[in-house]
Structures are given as structure tokens and as C-alpha cells.
């Protein structure tokens, strides 16, 4: 066996008394740096529940998940999964609403310094949040939530205006709206152009307004 160095010697006496360099985690906190990029969280009130962050997590960890209740109400929801989410703070840099700093209070998500979430039950690794889905009155397909509408709504000012869907929206929220617009038929007419209608919808009353198709 071959003798220890010097210098290791003197190493493993050091250590004896000035203890261990590593943490004693989980049993005292280490030291986090503030921009350490830990779990991603969504901030409600920012985000719009559009759904971009969904096209860019690299490991589909976000999920958007529209519900229609029987009575005709229908939410969306912006589902998170921890135990597949690997950090990377790319829905937060590329949040629709945010400014690309994650550290910033404008993003849809905020990341955190958090960064132990051990368990054995992947069920409480799950984050959501919802808010109202707007659908269209026509065919009752999911638009988008009623909050990316407003937005959209906000940010396009009049330009706003030729997108009736858009517009409705804004004007029902405003109270300057009903909720039932035109006369119900069964066909698309004319009289659904104030109606709020997914695009498919619009598209086919255009066409067939237009040019009888
Ligand atoms: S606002 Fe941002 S966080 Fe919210 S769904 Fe859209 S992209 Fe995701
Ligand atoms: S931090 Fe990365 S992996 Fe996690 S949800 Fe956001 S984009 Fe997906």
C-alpha cells in the first residue's frame, strides 16, 4: 500500500477540524444564489391562459386542459408537471405576456429559488391554474380563454375592431354587449358576423355571405 503525501495528510487533519465542505442538506439549508433558475410557477394574475408556454417546454410539461360542463360553462386550464419539468425557465423567458426576464414581475411564470421537491407521491408535484373559456356560439368548440381575449383586446386598441370575436368580447365585458347576439339559426348567416365564432366558423359564414359556398 502506498504511504499517503504530505499534503493529503495535511488535508484530511485540516478537515477533522474545520468539518465538512459540502451542506448538511436536507437537514440545514444550503445557500442559494438569487438567480438560480429553480421550480417555474405561474402567476395568475398575469397570465392569460393563452397556452404558448405549452409550445415551448422542451418536455411537454404544461398542458392545457379545456373543460365544458353540461350546464355550458367551460374553464381552461394551464396544468404544470413537476415530475417531468426539468427547469429550463424557457416558459417564463418566452411567456406571451412576459419581457423575457424570469426574474422580472411580468411573466405568466416566475421562477423561483425552490429547488427540493422530493416525494414519493407525484400527485402533489402538479401545479394548475384556471379561468373562463370562451366558446364559440356557434358550434361551442374552445376559442381560448376569455382573459387572452381581453388582452389581445388591450394590446390591439382599434385595430381590434375588424376581429368581431375580439371586439364582442371586449364590449360584453365592457357591458355594452349581450350575451346572445343576432338571431339564433341553424344556418351560418349573415346575422352571426356579431357573434363570437372560433375561426372555423367565421370562416364558413364569410364564405358562404361572400360567395355562397
Ligand atoms: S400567458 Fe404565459 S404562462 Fe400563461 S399560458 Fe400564456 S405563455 Fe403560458
Ligand atoms: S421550466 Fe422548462 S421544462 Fe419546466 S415547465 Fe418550463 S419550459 Fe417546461
Request: aromatic share 8%; hydrophobic share 35%; proline share 6%.
Amino acid at each position: 500500500m502506498k504511504k499517503p503525501k504530505l499534503r493529503e495528510l495535511g488535508e484530511a487533519i485540516k478537515a477533522v477540524f474545520k468539518g465538512p465542505y459540502t451542506t448538511k442538506f436536507p437537514f440545514q439549508a444550503p445557500d442559494i444564489y438569487p438567480e438560480f433558475r429553480g421550480k417555474p410557477e405561474f402567476v395568475e394574475e398575469n397570465c392569460i391562459l393563452c397556452g404558448g408556454c405549452v409550445n415551448i417546454c422542451p418536455v411537454d410539461a404544461i398542458e392545457v386542459r379545456d373543460i365544458i360542463n353540461d350546464d355550458g360553462t367551460a374553464k381552461r386550464i394551464m396544468h404544470r408537471d413537476y415530475t417531468r419539468c426539468i427547469w429550463c425557465s424557457m416558459c417564463s423567458q418566452n411567456c406571451t405576456v412576459g419581457d423575457g426576464d424570469v426574474f422580472g414581475d411580468k411573466s405568466g411564470i416566475k421562477i423561483t429559488n425552490e429547488f427540493d421537491l422530493s416525494t414519493l407521491d407525484p400527485s402533489t408535484a402538479q401545479e394548475q391554474i384556471e379561468s373562463e373559456l370562451v366558446l364559440c356560439e356557434k358550434c361551442g368548440k374552445p376559442i381560448t380563454s376569455k382573459k387572452h381575449l381581453l388582452w389581445l383586446a388591450e394590446r390591439l386598441g382599434t385595430k381590434a375592431f375588424p376581429n368581431q370575436t375580439i371586439f364582442i368580447t371586449k364590449m360584453k365585458e365592457l357591458g355594452l354587449a349581450d350575451e346572445e347576439n343576432g338571431i339564433p339559426t341553424d344556418e351560418l348567416s349573415r346575422e352571426d358576423l356579431n357573434k363570437v365564432l372560433c375561426p372555423e366558423c367565421r370562416r364558413n359564414m364569410m364564405m358562404s355571405e361572400d360567395w355562397s359556398f
